[in-house]
């Protein structure tokens, strides 16, 4: 089976790499993914006893800004080994992580390459952030006795179809994992349906709930405001929905001069795109992002927010960091990937969802026009926020008798 898995996933590398070279999605670095490691790195490697924990991207990096914090307190003498995939997440968890963590890129997931990752880090534990399924890297590590666990775990309904399809192959690979800690019920039923025997499965909860607060949030500076000035924030924003944000505002502005909008698109490489689209509508007061990890202290001030993917494309993106500082929050129908998480706001009267664009366009102007309502839903927010919070500390626990 696993030369099978190495024979295709050579192809897709093969036909995979020509597309990175064109879109500029490498990075610096980007040599380790096959096992290509300086003197340098091998030395820092190996100076401690390790704790291996993966990320794919942004989204898993920012569960764990706060979450290595709180393994460091319990386990201090360890080092603490991140691996990224994307040439964002990377990003980001180098500029996050720096102090907390050594970060490399993650392995191509070749029979060789997982080998040389496990035998030159030889983790005391492997931790992945959501469900990531490594079938080469988790059978180097099990073969290597390497406790391996899951954290937050989770698995959209997109995910879940196509490992339904192999769910006769999957079973074995799933319980070489020791613990896998799901965010839902819904989550756990999935994963044990998938093969992963019911008493390796713990429900402990969505981390993105906690301590958001004591992760730094990157200074916003260039954006000077006024007191008068109230900010909608139109934030991870896909294809088509900066057209329709932008619609409303046009609209909005009209009416009430004070308010600025700001967009920050998913994927930054298409700020220049939407600059050119402000510009030719002739907008003054519109601004676009063109980092990464500035989201959060935009949240931070905004009056109003939006969250994108949910209008276009579909699958939604996280709601929890905007509902953290108490803010009003419209989002679309599309959010197949948080429909707990929506559902739990949505529970507690705190978040507005909408089920088409007319709806939309009304649902905003009314929030624009009305500071008690964006106040009600803040309030909401907040008191959802608490009564989902400690899914780090349930994890923890979960893991303690893995980690000697």
């Known amino acids: ?39 340098q790195i091998k030395e820092q490697i190996r100076a401690k006893a390790n704790i291996w924990v993966h990320a794919v991207s942004v989204g898993e990096v920012m569960v764990l800004d706060g979450f290595i914090g709180q393994l460091r ?69 099990y073969r290597r006795s390497i406790p391996m666990a899951v954290i937050n775990g989770r698995i959209s309904d997109k995910s879940f179809g196509r490992y339904k399809a192999i769910r006769f192959l999957l079973k074995g690979i799933l319980n070489q994992v020791q613990v896998w800690c799901m965010q839902s019920r819904k989550d756990a039923e999935k994963i044990i349906e998938l093969g992963a025997e019911s008493s390796r499965v713990k429900v402990t909860g969505n981390i993105k709930f906690d301590n958001l607060s004591q992760s730094s949030n990157s200074p916003v500076d260039p954006l000077k405001s006024n007191n008068e000035e109230l900010w909608w924030v139109a934030g991870s924003t896909h294809p088509g929905e900066e057209e329709i944000v932008l619609d409303v505002y046009n609209k909005i502005v009209k009416d009430d001069p004070k308010w600025r909008l700001i967009i920050a698109p998913r994927h930054i ?27 959060r202290s935009l949240y931070a001030k905004a009056s109003l927010v939006f969250v994108g993917k949910s209008l276009c494309v579909g699958g939604g993106q996280n709601v929890i960091e905007p509902a953290f500082y108490g803010k009003a929050i419209v989002i679309g129908p599309r959010v197949e990937n948080f429909r707990d998480i929506v559902a739990a706001f949505k529970e507690g009267d705190a978040i507005v969802q909408v089920d088409s664009v007319p709806a939309f366009d009304l649902a905003v102007r009314e929030l624009c026009a009305d500071a008690s309502k964006r106040e009600k839903l803040g309030a909401a927010v907040l008191r959802v926020i608490a009564a989902n919070q400690g899914a780090t500390r349930r994890s923890l626990e979960s893991l303690a008798g893995l980690i000697k």
């Open 73 to 141: 307190k319990k386990y201090p003498a360890h080092q603490f080994v991140v691996t990224v995939t994307t040439k964002t997440g990377y990003t980001l968890a180098c500029e996050r992580l720096k102090d907390k963590a050594l970060v490399i890129p993650s392995p191509i997931d070749f029979s060789f390459v997982a080998g040389a990752f496990v035998s030159l880090i030889a983790p005391k534990i492997y931790i992945a952030v959501e469900t990531e399924i490594w079938p080469n890297l988790y059978r180097q590590l």
């Open 1 to 39: 089976m696993f030369l099978l898995y190495d024979l295709i996933f050579l192809l897709y590398v093969v036909i995979y790499l020509p597309y990175l070279l064109v879109t500029r999605r490498g990075y610096a670095g980007f040599g380790m993914r096959f096992g290509l490691f300086s003197p």
């Open 269 to 295: 490489e298409r700020a220049t795109q939407i600059k050119e689209l402000v510009n030719r509508r002739g907008f003054k007061n519109v601004i676009v992002v063109d980092t990464i990890g500035q989201l």
